[in-house]
């Protein structure tokens, strides 16, 4: 199975059609195209051994390609309420930061999330988190309720958990995280001090790290089909998520996606989904209904699990 790296293209719409072209000649894949005005961005995966072959095209059509770090990963950041008095204003921050290197972002607002003595997740809060790659909890600006009181939020959370606030402590004194970052408090202001920028720089790379570790674990047990494999199945399939009009209709998870399709309605079609090799995407992915809204989750098998890989 080829070694597939993320990168962003970002250049004029003239031609760019070229690169699309080169990238199916090599066996890559487009996960997200944007058109604004007159300029293209694409998200791609591109095989490592023809990295080089991409960039030169790039290079003529006197676009932009730089690495994508987060590409195929779908972050929940959490926000304790989005009630006005508490939501920190540096969640969407957070979260857009978080779309520059590719990552796909969801903002969560917990029902229950408000003070320090009623914080509470409710279970299908929990579920709903838990369908994501990473989590990042962005609290606020007290010591003692980020490491005495809201880690009660991170209970039955099953995937990286990552803290955001405005103290500077060690990822150790927060019980439960896997990675804490300061200086990314509740504010009155957009994240624009030198101080701010740099603690969200901090933020991307290390969650990057925790993305390569989970990779890494992947590597040991490979996922019996690539994520990007099956959303180029679904668009030549399913004709249907061409007119999708929610953002990412297909959004690449680390070992899955979700499919903004409605559950009833298509959940058989992609169970009866061929590929090429002969199998059914039933037999290499668990296929539910997500927690969010009416959408499919697709959850794909490891190797392992399936006996096989495609």
Do not use: W
Not at 62 to 67: I, Y
Not at 160 to 173: A, F
Not at 252 to 277: A, M, T
């Amino acid at each position: 199975m080829a070694v597939l790296r993320p990168y962003l293209y970002t250049g004029g719409v003239h031609k760019h059609g070229l690169l699309i072209e080169l990238l199916e000649d090599v066996g890559g894949y487009i996960i997200q195209k944007v058109v604004t005005g007159t300029e293209v961005n694409l998200i791609m995966l591109i095989p490592e051994k023809d990295v080089p072959v991409v960039k030169k095209q790039s290079d003529e059509l006197l676009g932009m390609m730089v690495e994508a770090p987060l590409t195929g990963v779908e972050i929940a950041v959490v926000s304790p309420t989005l009630a006005s008095h508490h939501l920190p204003h540096s969640a969407c921050d957070v979260a857009e930061y978080l779309r520059h290197p590719g990552a796909n972002t969801n903002m969560i607002g917990l029902a229950r999330g408000m003070g320090r003595r009623v914080s509470l997740s409710m279970d299908y809060e929990r579920k709903l988190i838990n369908e994501h790659d990473i989590a990042v909890f962005t609290f606020g600006s007290f010591s003692d309720c980020i490491i005495n009181k809201k880690p009660k939020l991170f209970e039955g959370i099953e995937i990286p958990i990552v803290v955001t606030g405005g103290p500077d402590l060690k990822t150790e004194e927060v019980p439960g995280a896997d990675l804490y970052v300061g200086n990314i408090g509740r504010t009155s202001h957009r994240l624009r001090k030198t101080e701010e920028v740099n603690a969200l720089d901090k933020l991307n790379e290390g969650i990057g790290k925790i993305a390569d570790n989970i990779r890494k674990q992947q590597a040991k047990d490979p996922l019996a089909v690539l994520p990007a494999r099956v959303m180029k199945e679904i668009e030549n399939q399913v004709s249907e998520i061409r007119t999708v009009l929610s953002p990412a209709p297909l959004t690449l998870q680390l070992n899955g996606l979700r499919v903004k399709l409605p559950y009833d309605e298509f959940h058989e079609r992609l169970e009866k989904l061929e590929f090429d090799e002969g199998v059914t995407l039933s037999e290499l992915a668990d296929i539910s209904k997500s927690k969010m809204k009416n959408y499919i989750l697709i959850k794909i098998k490891s190797k392992s699990d399936v006996g096989f890989s495609i």
